[in-house]
């Protein structure tokens, strides 16, 4: 069974910085994705920082980069996220996720973690 455990969250000024980490029982297949997404109330799930299980090839939304960085460990199997800058717009809920076969898309994703908050007040 694939678990995805996540530490990590809470609430910041803007400008402020955190990080969030993910325990994952397995690393990501080869050919596969791995990453953080958000989900701000009555907004659909949107992809934030992802990372291939093979050629380590990162991607960003527009909105985030410069300011947040993906990261892993592969040998211990875990994932990071490191928010800096942060912005009120950058608050919701982040989840990560394992193995989807469509970077961006979060539907295609088969395991996701249990979500933390993320609160950036201004």
């Known amino acids: 069974q694939v678990r995805l455990t996540e530490f990590g969250g809470g609430s910041v000024q803007s400008g402020g910085s955190l990080s969030l980490s993910c325990s994952l029982s397995?690393?990501?297949?080869?050919?596969?994705?791995m990453g953080w997404f958000r989900q701000a109330p009555g907004k659909e799930r949107e992809a934030v920082a992802l990372?291939?299980?093979?050629?380590?090839?990162?991607f960003y939304d527009e909105s985030v980069k410069g300011r947040f960085t993906i990261s892993s460990d592969e040998y211990n199997a875990v994932l990071y996220l490191q928010m800096d800058s942060l912005k009120p717009e950058d608050s919701g809920m982040y989840y990560c996720?394992?193995?989807?076969?469509?970077?961006?898309?979060?539907?295609?994703?088969?395991?996701w973690s249990q979500g933390t908050q993320v609160t950036v007040s201004s």
């Open positions: 990372l291939s299980g093979g050629t380590g090839t990162t």
């Open positions: 397995r690393y990501t297949y080869r050919d596969q994705w």
């Open positions: 996720a394992l193995d989807g076969l469509t970077p961006t898309l979060a539907r295609t994703y088969t395991h």
